[in-house]
């Protein structure tokens, strides 16, 4: 019975929307006695439910930072207030666009430029509103960055944050880590599960250290190339039946 963690956007979702190869395959690992998990760096407010939609009952939000098994909330690690305030500071002082993730929340502390909504439209979600006050009543799990002019200097002042490239608009901004890998290797631990029984399927750049991590690592066939060069398998293209493909590859569920 195998643990099988599966980013969302390009992996299972093709433009927001489930295949029905994925609804399939999903239903399918399910018959064979395998849990299928969500690994995304959305957090639970940017999901929409989705995971209802999938059937999928657990699921890695924020990059690792947020975990639901089951319905079970077991973590739930926020960025620290004070590097958050600091950074805030500085999005001011060096004047870049931010907005905040919570868990039911999805702002902008700063929304000067077309960036915010540009961003929103690659992945189909909100355009959040500016709201400068949020961080200060309620927890972030993750932010999201807005200057490649800025980048490199930010992550040598901030060490406790993983920048990680989400599009060609934004930059996912975590607690330092190895983003998915950590809340895949949190959970897998806590559920002292054998480890040769750990897949994960991804095609992005906050998929790579999971796809290291996993027992067996795939890749999407439309993954970045250094996701694919990190996985031990290379999959077809999320609207090309990769996701069932590979899941069929490795006899997690049958061929038709």
Same mark, same amino acid.
């Given at each position: ?7 969302? !956007?390009?992996?299972? /979702?093709? =433009?927001?929307?489930?295949?029905? #190869?994925? *609804?399939?395959?999903?239903?399918? @690992? ?49 960025? !620290?207030?004070?590097? /958050?305030? =600091?950074?805030?500071?500085?999005? #001011?002082? *060096?004047?870049?666009?931010?907005? @905040? ?156």
């Amino acid at each position: 019975m195998a643990l099988v963690f599966m980013d969302l !956007d390009g992996t299972l /979702l093709y =433009h927001g929307t489930p295949t029905d #190869d994925v *609804l399939g395959a999903i239903e399918a @690992l399910k018959k064979n006695n395998h849990i299928p998990i969500i690994a995304t760096g959305r957090t639970p407010r940017l999901m929409y439910g989705i995971e209802k939609v999938l059937h999928i009952e657990s699921y890695i939000a924020a990059n690792g930072g947020y975990i639901c098994y089951k319905g079970e909330v077991m973590r739930n690690n926020p960025i !620290d207030k004070d590097v /958050l305030k =600091h950074f805030l500071d500085r999005a #001011d002082e *060096l004047k870049f666009d931010v907005t @905040l993730e919570g868990i039911s929340n999805y702002v902008a502390y700063r929304k000067d430029t077309d960036l915010v909504h540009k961003f929103s439209d690659v992945f189909e979600i909100e355009y959040p509103e500016v709201n400068r006050d949020y961080h200060k009543q309620s927890d972030v799990l993750a932010m999201v960055v807005f200057s490649d002019e800025h980048i490199e200097t930010l992550k040598g002042e901030f060490p406790e944050l993983t920048f990680n490239r989400s599009n060609k608009y934004g930059y996912d901004v975590n607690p330092a880590g190895r983003l998915k890998a950590d809340g895949m290797e949190w959970l897998v631990e806590h559920l002292d599960y054998p480890k040769d029984e750990v897949f994960a399927l991804g095609d992005g750049h906050n998929d790579i250290e999971m796809l290291k991590a996993a027992h067996t690592g795939i890749a999407m066939g439309n993954a970045f190339d250094p996701v694919k060069e990190a996985a031990d398998y290379v999959t077809d293209a999320v609207d090309q039946q990769g996701v069932s493909k590979a899941l069929k590859h490795f006899h997690l569920i049958e061929d038709d």
